[in-house]
């Protein structure tokens, strides 16, 4: 069956004509944003925009002080949050964070506030 459907074509040009166009708006491959579907499509047009929808980025980092803490979203009154101190640490320090004031890291003293965040959809 392919060798009928190419059959007196030749080469890619002879397919594009017998497929009726391009393989990208411009030609040639296609950019992300073409070929993007479903969840990876509206995640790409949020980014465009500037939005996080599903926080996927990481968070932005603050001072970590009492009066600026970091802000951590949560669906839920509490969330584990994990944090390396030290830049050149291989350690991982676990801490729990509940809603309300601000929480220190139990070894570097930085601060974490739980802000509610709600779902996209």
């Known amino acids: 069956m392919a060798s009928r459907l190419l059959c007196g074509l030749t080469g890619l ?51 970590g002080t009492k009066e600026d803490p970091n802000l951590v979203p949560s669906i839920t009154n509490q969330r584990i949050v994990s944090y390396i101190c030290e830049e050149d640490n291989s350690a991982v320090i676990w801490f729990w964070l509940h809603k309300g004031e601000t929480q220190r890291c139990p070894n570097c003293g930085t601060h974490y506030k739980l802000v509610p965040h709600q779902f996209a959809h």
């Not at 509206?42 to 996080?52: I, N, P, R, Y």
């Open 13 to 63: 040009e002879g397919l594009r004509s017998q497929w009726g166009g391009s393989m990208a708006s411009g030609g040639g491959i296609p950019t992300d944003d073409e070929q993007a579907t479903g969840l990876e499509r509206e995640v790409l047009m949020a980014a465009k925009k500037g939005l996080d929808p599903y926080n996927i980025l990481a968070p932005k980092a603050t001072s």
